[in-house]
């Protein structure tokens, strides 16, 4: 038997008449950009999410750009966030000429460190952009406490996190602008790039729609220097057939999740490995189970004999990278981040994982670590 990380095809199998009927539907119109399908779908993400705006964007990373530059963020700008995620959340910022801030993360969320935030914000920080990684929101209270104090933008990168909750309110809808990625293998994924802004402020929605198009309300007749950055119509009427599952699959997600806990358990509290830390106040969609081993690269070879997948997010932090070199961070400055680069192990946990195929993936992880 042989577990993927993400089962894309059988999920495609699960609804392929739906989706085979909205491609040829939209090739059928010949209606390929800023049609029919990505209106509806920003109305329908929109009112998902609790926002008055949704604009759609080609990708998470331009939803990030966009979003910031509309609020203003430019060259000389701090903008903090963390380590501990995927590369585009401060390639972003940098893009701009704005400089990426870090702060370490919780040792039990993995997500930005609320206590250290305070502490990294100077007279140049305008905006803070927590990422709700793995799915598990960031405690947005005290984001909010902060933003208001030091009057900051807030932009939530929501790109692992579609339908999560922090208090009941959805992601996305607590900040300045929220972000989304449809990239194939996220919770709510196209079959090519797409991203989404979304945001409470009018005037925030029409500068992003602005950027999206060359800066250009009337077509041929330019406002700003904008970017060509646009959903396009095939992948919105694709993501119009999965939404409507999505929070039956970010159950399954949690359900799945549930079980790895209580089949784990043992392992845990052997010390043998970390089980994925909870907020309690967080409604958690587990884009990824991501837990923490010493062992990490031992349990990785053990899985991948028995045809297993497993992967490491994220092998690297930010202030690390070859790319932020420039910034002047070293080794050591967060070591949080530095440790969960060491030991965080993602297995397999989708919705149409079975039962039996999780406790295959236990058992291995258990033969490996009872021994050791
Ligand atoms: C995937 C992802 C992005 C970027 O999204 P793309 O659609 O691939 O550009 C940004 N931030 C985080 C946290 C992500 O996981």
């Known amino acids: 038997m042989s577990i993927p990380l993400l089962d894309l095809k059988a999920q495609y199998l699960s609804i392929k008449e739906e989706i085979d009927q909205a491609v040829l539907g939209v090739l059928d119109s010949c209606h390929f950009i800023l049609g029919p399908n990505v209106k509806a779908m920003e109305e329908k993400t929109a009112a998902y ?30 903008v903090i966030t963390t380590p501990f995620t995927f590369f585009a959340s401060a390639e972003a910022v940098a893009s701009l000429g704005a400089t990426p801030v870090f702060v370490d993360i919780d040792p039990v969320t993995l997500n930005m460190d609320i206590d250290q935030l305070e502490s990294k914000i100077t007279s140049r920080t305008k905006a803070i952009i927590p990422v709700h990684i793995f799915g598990q929101m960031v405690n947005m209270d005290k984001v909010m406490d902060l933003a208001q104090k030091y009057e900051l933008k807030i932009i939530e990168d929501a790109a692992q996190a579609i339908g999560a909750e922090y208090k009941g309110k959805r992601a ?142 994220y092998p690297l932090p930010l202030h690390l990278q070859k790319a932020f070199a420039y910034l002047g961070y070293k080794a050591g400055d967060f070591p949080e981040a530095e440790k969960a680069s060491e030991h965080a192990l993602a297995i397999p946990c989708y919705p149409e994982l079975t039962l039996q195929q999780q406790e295959e993936i236990v058992h291995v992880i258990n033969d490996c670590l009872i021994q050791s």
């Open 49 to 78: 999410c609790g926002t008055k705006h949704a604009v759609a964007v080609a990708n998470g990373t331009d939803a990030l750009v966009l979003a910031l530059k509309a609020c203003g963020i430019a060259q000389g700008d701090e």
């Open 172 to 313: 996305g809808a607590y900040g300045t602008a929220g972000t989304f990625s449809f990239f194939p293998t996220k919770n709510l994924g196209g079959y090519g790039d797409g991203g989404m802004v979304v945001t409470n402020c009018d005037e925030i929605a029409e500068k992003v729609r602005l950027f999206r198009f060359h800066g250009s309300k009337t077509k041929y007749f330019h406002e700003e220097i904008g970017y060509n950055s646009r959903l396009d119509e095939i992948q919105a009427a694709i993501l119009r057939v999965k939404f409507q599952y999505l929070d039956e699959w970010n159950k399954a997600r949690r359900q799945k999740a549930e079980l790895y806990d209580s089949l784990l358990k043992p392992l845990a509290d052997q010390q043998k490995l970390i089980l994925p830390g909870k907020d309690p106040e967080a409604y958690q969609v587990f884009h990824l189970y991501v837990m923490r081993v010493q062992q990490r690269e031992k349990v990785m070879e053990k899985l991948k004999e028995a045809g297993i997948a497993s992967a490491v997010y």
